[in-house]
């Protein structure tokens, strides 16, 4: 913005990240056009050694503006780190595919890959346990979304670099909990499905 000849960078920093904002919002807001209007969420926070996955409910009727999230299970996927890889990614599918038989989730939401990773072989080795996890969700005959650690961050502790305690203090106090989800991987998967049910919400409005 131009004032009487002054250049105020504060207001125009202040206007880019505004539009930056809104555009971010509007891109994700497209992603979730056409996305299955769930009532079941399962999160799934993909791990070689530990998946941490979360089931929430949403409750309130499809007209009414007051939607509720409940929490209905929680709980985590645990492989043998000194299994082999095959015999790890088969522990992790079988494990899914029985939570996925038991609850019936409308739709699967699993974290996000990033760009790039300090630790390559670390995302590697998260990519093969995703790979599994997606597997087990389609042959579940479940819709399959993702998002990325820092939006999920950012719904739902309203900081896209929020600690491992921020995320589980924000689990609990959206889900109402008696005490914050442990361990870190059950909180995840849970902000995971939170941030489906708000983005939702939110889609659901625009329409």
């Known amino acids: 913005m131009i004032r009487t000849q002054t250049w105020d ?18 891109r994700r807001m497209q992603k979730m056009q056409g996305a299955t209007v769930a009532r079941r969420v399962l999160g799934i926070d993909p791990g070689l050694h530990i998946t941490g996955y979360g089931l929430i409910e949403i409750e309130g009727a499809p007209q009414s503006s007051v939607k509720v999230p409940k929490l209905v299970e929680a709980g985590i996927l645990k492989a043998k780190p000194t299994d082999e890889l095959a015999v790890r990614l088969q522990t992790l599918f079988d494990g899914l595919s029985e939570v996925l038989r038991q609850h019936t989730p409308d739709v699967v939401v699993i974290e996000d890959l990033f760009s790039t990773y300090a630790h390559p072989r670390s995302a590697l080795q998260m990519a093969h346990a995703r790979g599994v996890l997606i597997l087990a969700a389609q042959q579940a005959g479940a819709h399959v979304h993702s998002f990325l650690p820092n939006e999920v961050k950012q719904v739902v502790a309203r900081n896209g670099h929020a600690s491992k305690v921020a995320m589980q203090n924000a689990v609990k106090a959206r889900l109402n909990l008696a005490a914050p989800p442990n361990p870190p991987d059950v909180a995840d998967a849970l902000a995971i499905a939170l941030c489906y049910a708000a983005r939702q919400d939110i889609a659901e409005r625009l329409r």
């Open 9 to 26: 960078v504060s207001a125009q920093t202040a206007a880019m990240r505004a539009r930056s904002r809104g555009g971010s919002l509007a």
